[in-house]
């Protein structure tokens, strides 16, 4: 009699192996291959669609669009504009809620925040920790002037007994802090792994559907390959819950941008902006304020906008041109993609007087705002000229806007939204690509000057 084959496979994400080995390729984990029987060629073949079952008739035929009712969505606003911006006007009774961001973004304040909006609406409310004590949520709750006694404290790892406390209080509003921290007493896998997470996700929203909870599962993150931080434990999740928010924070940046990565209930385009303050996180509904000085400009700034979803955020940018005694001059960038702003010092070598090879260079924006868009090129080079040439604009507050090209060109689209948010801003004058003149709104009362070439900016600093 022949000798079953056998295979190995991971425990934690389900990858097969042909021989045994120390750490899984696919999910990164050590000791979780496992040797286990092979199924036969035979029963392969028989599970194969080709050899499925067949056909049954179903319990209801399916229907066209026009014989289905329209279904009301009744949503729950939390209060917090900023959030509810997000999630497309606030939270659906029963949607569930993936809550994602770096250690120290604000995820646990934020949704001990939200239980105290819903606790004050009657609501039952069950926020459970795996990675905080019940005293010390007591003193973060403190700290924020939170003294509802609809929330319900409990600190608990095993998600049969947070099941349990489910039962009792009968929440309506529920945060797990954080879904790693479960673990499932019929699941052998170790607590954090992919598969308990997965478990715990699956059996929460299950029960958050059919009681009609309004559930928060907050989700930590790891490094990924380019040092990026991206969502731990594995991508299943995502697609079981209804909507994922990630709350991208840098240290060198007051503000913070909450993204929705998906969602079922709303437009997955818009952008909240937030900031750290004592009592926990503080929505920005105009973030203007914290970005614009309202100060005379100095030679060396300039201002643009970057594009955060459908939301334009201005940014200052503020540039030092000096003469270099180093043999190589220094071009330095922060908060600016470094081989970007080489570029822009190469265009403005080619096409204009300055002698930027022999000047050393330093580039960055106030509150440390990532420049990502490339219709900010040419608030960067303004900047840089204006530095250069030590030279400030007489004409009023000017915002610049578009892309450079290798050739020295000036192009951008979709910037109608950006002069109307100029103009409301209070900007005097907006410097644009000639090929955008089109999309200039009507009744504008800002000046609006087109360019084609760099060659051209010079003069208009």
Aim: aromatic share 4%; charged share 25%.
């Amino acid at each position: 009699m022949a000798k079953p084959r056998t295979q190995w496979k991971c425990e934690e994400c389900g990858k097969v192996y042909s021989q045994w080995a120390g750490v899984c390729t696919q999910c990164k984990n050590y000791n979780t291959i496992k040797e286990v029987a092979a199924a036969s060629e035979v029963a392969s073949a028989e599970s194969s669609g080709l050899k499925s079952g067949g056909s049954q008739r179903p319990d209801q035929k399916a229907r066209t669009l026009s014989e289905l009712k329209s279904v009301h969505v009744e949503r729950t606003p939390s209060g917090i504009g900023e959030l509810d911006r997000v999630l497309g006007g606030g939270f659906v009774t029963g949607e569930v809620v993936l809550l994602a961001a770096s250690p120290g973004a604000g995820k646990s304040t934020l949704s001990l925040r939200l239980s105290e909006i819903f606790g004050k609406l009657g609501q039952s409310v069950l926020y459970s920790s795996g990675e905080e004590s019940e005293s010390q949520i007591k003193l973060r709750a403190e700290r924020m002037g939170i003294t509802e006694d609809n929330i319900h404290i409990t600190h608990e790892t095993n998600l049969e007994v947070l099941m349990g406390h489910m039962d009792d209080v009968q929440p309506k509003f529920m945060v797990v802090d954080s879904l790693q921290t479960l673990a499932s007493s019929s699941i052998t896998s170790s607590i954090g792994s992919i598969t308990q997470s997965k478990e715990a996700a699956h059996t929460l929203t299950r029960l958050a559907k059919t009681r009609g909870i309004t559930m928060v599962l907050i989700n930590q993150v790891t490094k990924g390959d380019g040092g990026d931080p991206t969502f731990a434990g594995s991508n299943q999740i995502a697609h079981i819950v209804d909507c994922v928010l990630y709350i991208e924070s840098d240290r060198d940046s007051p503000l913070k941008f909450m993204r929705a990565t998906k969602n079922r209930f709303g437009d997955a385009t818009e952008v909240g902006i937030f900031q750290h303050s004592e009592t926990g996180l503080e929505e920005v509904s105009d973030p203007s304020g914290v970005l614009l000085d309202s100060g005379d400009p100095l030679p060396g700034e300039a201002t643009g906008f970057i594009s955060e979803g459908i939301r334009q955020i201005p940014v200052e940018v503020q540039a030092l041109v000096a003469e270099s005694s180093l043999t190589n001059p220094r071009k330095q960038f922060s908060s600016v993609d470094n081989a970007r702003g080489q570029i822009i010092c190469a265009i403005l070598d080619k096409f204009t007087e300055l002698r930027l090879y022999d000047s050393d260079v330093f580039v960055s924006t106030t509150a440390g705002i990532r420049v990502k868009d490339p219709l900010a090129d040419l608030a960067i080079a303004a900047s840089i000229l204006s530095s250069a040439q030590d030279k400030l604009n007489s004409k009023g507050r000017t915002i610049y806007i578009g892309e450079m090209t290798l050739t020295g060109r000036i192009k951008g689209s979709m910037i109608s939204s950006k002069l109307k948010e100029a103009e409301r801003l209070g900007f005097a004058r907006a410097v644009i690509p000639a090929s955008a003149k089109g999309q200039i709104p009507k009744n504008m009362k800002m000046v609006v000057k087109t360019i084609d070439s760099i060659t051209e900016l010079p003069k208009l600093i």
